[in-house]
């Protein structure tokens, strides 16, 4: 079956860095795109990036110059590199696969503070 585990999260001050990693099984991971995605208690799921099978990304435009999507599809892994990083990034970060239905990660914290 489908499985999609995040990690990476974790406590950083405001302009540091982070790196989420996102590892799926279960389908033929290079064929579909991926996404990430972030949540804040009382809003909605956002879209934060999203990288096609053929490697053309897009981003939410608040992040745009300071995250970067990239995928290894060797490792069947999917990677949110986040730099300068700003108290308004503290969310839940999503992991999602667009193959079938769609399948979501646990989620990982990333909490951006100090």
């Known amino acids: 079956q489908v499985q999609v585990v995040e990690s990476g999260g974790g406590l950083v001050q405001p302009g540091g860095s982070l790196r989420l990693s996102c590892v799926a099984s279960?389908?033929?991971?290079?064929?579909?795109?991926m996404s990430w995605y972030r949540q804040t208690p009382g809003k909605e799921r956002e879209k934060v990036a999203l990288i096609y099978s053929g490697g053309a990304v897009e981003y939410l435009e608040s992040v745009k110059g300071r995250f970067a999507i990239s995928r290894d599809n060797a490792k069947n892994t999917v990677y949110l590199q986040m730099n300068s990083l700003k108290s308004e990034d503290t969310a839940v970060y999503y992991c999602?696969?667009?193959?079938?239905?769609?399948?979501w990660g646990q989620g990982t914290q990333v909490t951006v503070s100090g």
């Open positions: 999602y696969a667009n193959v079938q239905n769609g399948y």
């Open positions: 279960g389908f033929m991971f290079s064929a579909y795109a």
